[in-house]
Structure formats: structure tokens, C-alpha cells
């Protein structure tokens, strides 16, 4: 027996006692929607975002708007060629950052890390999302540097990822951060750095 025939066989085994009227539409899948928050809830949903992105071995920095400049200089310390995007807003850009004005790739590769905001956080798996618009730059940008800085407000966390996908946009270019980039091999050595930033720091400002 080959091995398509014994999957196939098992296959036939499963459906056994499957009706030979029913269809898939006929079986009704539980999805239950985003979960409600109240004000004490989303206070436990934004530690849990916190502990779940430092989970990850990204450093998460609680801020208040105030001290925000002061943490951010300090996340900053040590690139000296800092990338934003062209729309980041002004109050978080840096005077000698670098705009992002269609860079190639091979000038990416110049920069030493990224700013950018995010569209949102997910606390159950501590991702960050985004979705490239105002402030948060396109995929490459955020994929070639070595540092990516991610500025998050505590408004933006929500609790799962039934929560979030009610709040993006499908149409737009999402992209998941769960981490530095980081790989492992046959043996379970970790690598960081492989298909992106090796160092993710993310401010959680509120």
C-alpha cells in the first residue's frame, strides 16, 4: 500500500459515519466574536501585552506621554543612523533621522534601526501589528534594519486575535511582530536576526 492510499484510506475511515447528506455548511463552528472589555479588564489586558511581548525577549518600556521623549532617546541610544517614516509625527521624530523616502534596499541596509508606530497589540500572543499606514513606513523599512523601535499606545492593545482582526483592514498590507526576528535549527540553537530586526523594543505608552 502506498502512502497516498493509506491517507486516503484513513480519510475514509473518519468519514465513516459522516451522513452522505451533509455538507460542510451544514455543521455550525462556534466563533465567538471580540471579547468585551471593561476599564479594570483593560488595565489586565495591557500588562498581559506587556508580559506577553517580553516573553518574546523584545524589552518593553511602560511610559507615560510625559516621559516618553526621555525613554525614547534612551531605546535610541546607539544608532546612529536612525530610519522614520516620512509621515511619522513630529513630535516623535528625531532631528537627525533619516526619511524614508523610497530607499533601496541596499541603502536600508545602511540604516542601524527603524522608529515607527503600530496600528495596534494583541495581549494574548504579545503581537504587534501593522498595517503601513501613517507613521508605521512599508514592510521593507521595517524588516532590514537591525533595531526596531515600536511606539504603542496602551488604547491600541486589545485582548485576542478575534479582537483584532474585527479592527483591521483586510485590504491593507498587514504585518505580525511577535518578537525579534529569531530562528532555530535542527539542534534548537536560536538565531536572532534572520529575517528581520534582531532587537525589538517597544515603548507602551499609557
Same mark, same amino acid.
Given at each position: 500500500?502506498?502512502?497516498?492510499?493509506?491517507?486516503?484510506?484513513?480519510?475514509?475511515?473518519?468519514?465513516?459515519?459522516?451522513?452522505?447528506?451533509?455538507? !460542510?455548511?451544514? #455543521?455550525?463552528?462556534?466563533?465567538?466574536?471580540?471579547?468585551?472589555?471593561?476599564?479594570?479588564?483593560?488595565?489586565?489586558?495591557? *500588562?498581559?501585552?506587556? *508580559?506577553?511581548?517580553?516573553?518574546?525577549?523584545?524589552?518593553?518600556?511602560? %511610559?507615560? !506621554?510625559? $516621559? /516618553?521623549?526621555?525613554?525614547?532617546? =534612551?531605546?535610541?541610544?546607539? #544608532?546612529?543612523?536612525?530610519?522614520?517614516?516620512? $509621515?511619522?509625527?513630529?513630535?516623535?521624530?528625531?532631528?537627525?533621522? @533619516?526619511?524614508?523616502?523610497?530607499?533601496?534596499?541596499?541603502?536600508?541596509?545602511?540604516?542601524?534601526?527603524?522608529?515607527?508606530?503600530?496600528?495596534?497589540?494583541?495581549? $494574548?500572543?504579545?503581537? @504587534?501589528?501593522?498595517?503601513?499606514?501613517?507613521?508605521?513606513?512599508?514592510?521593507?523599512?521595517? /524588516?532590514?534594519?537591525?533595531?526596531?523601535? %515600536?511606539?504603542?499606545?496602551?488604547?491600541? #492593545?486589545?485582548?485576542?486575535?478575534?479582537?483584532? #482582526?474585527?479592527?483591521?483592514?483586510?485590504?491593507?498590507?498587514?504585518?505580525? @511582530?511577535?518578537? !525579534?526576528?529569531?530562528? =532555530?535549527? @535542527?539542534? /534548537?540553537?536560536?538565531?536572532?536576526?534572520?529575517?528581520?530586526?534582531?532587537?525589538?523594543?517597544?515603548?507602551?505608552?499609557?
Amino acid at each position: 500500500m502506498s502512502a497516498r492510499e493509506e491517507i486516503l484510506g484513513r480519510v475514509r475511515t473518519a468519514l465513516r459515519d459522516v451522513p452522505a447528506v451533509e455538507t !460542510p455548511a451544514d #455543521v455550525a463552528v462556534d466563533r465567538p466574536g471580540p471579547r468585551p472589555t471593561t476599564r479594570d479588564d483593560a488595565a489586565d489586558v495591557v *500588562e498581559l501585552f506587556a *508580559e506577553r511581548v517580553a516573553d518574546y525577549k523584545a524589552t518593553v518600556v511602560r %511610559c507615560t !506621554p510625559e $516621559d /516618553l521623549p526621555t525613554h525614547l532617546a =534612551s531605546a535610541l541610544d546607539g #544608532v546612529p543612523r536612525l530610519l522614520v517614516p516620512a $509621515d511619522l509625527p513630529e513630535d516623535l521624530r528625531p532631528a537627525d533621522a @533619516i526619511l524614508d523616502e523610497q530607499l533601496t534596499t541596499a541603502e536600508l541596509d545602511t540604516v542601524d534601526g527603524v522608529l515607527t508606530t503600530a496600528a495596534l497589540g494583541i495581549a $494574548d500572543t504579545g503581537t @504587534i501589528v501593522l498595517d503601513h499606514g501613517p507613521g508605521q513606513g512599508r514592510r521593507a523599512a521595517t /524588516l532590514v534594519p537591525d533595531r526596531h523601535v %515600536c511606539v504603542v499606545r496602551a488604547d491600541q #492593545v486589545v485582548a485576542d486575535v478575534a479582537s483584532a #482582526v474585527a479592527r483591521l483592514d483586510p485590504a491593507r498590507p498587514l504585518t505580525w @511582530i511577535s518578537g !525579534p526576528s529569531a530562528t =532555530s535549527d @535542527i539542534e /534548537l540553537d536560536r538565531v536572532e536576526g534572520v529575517h528581520g530586526p534582531r532587537t525589538l523594543i517597544v515603548l507602551l505608552v499609557g
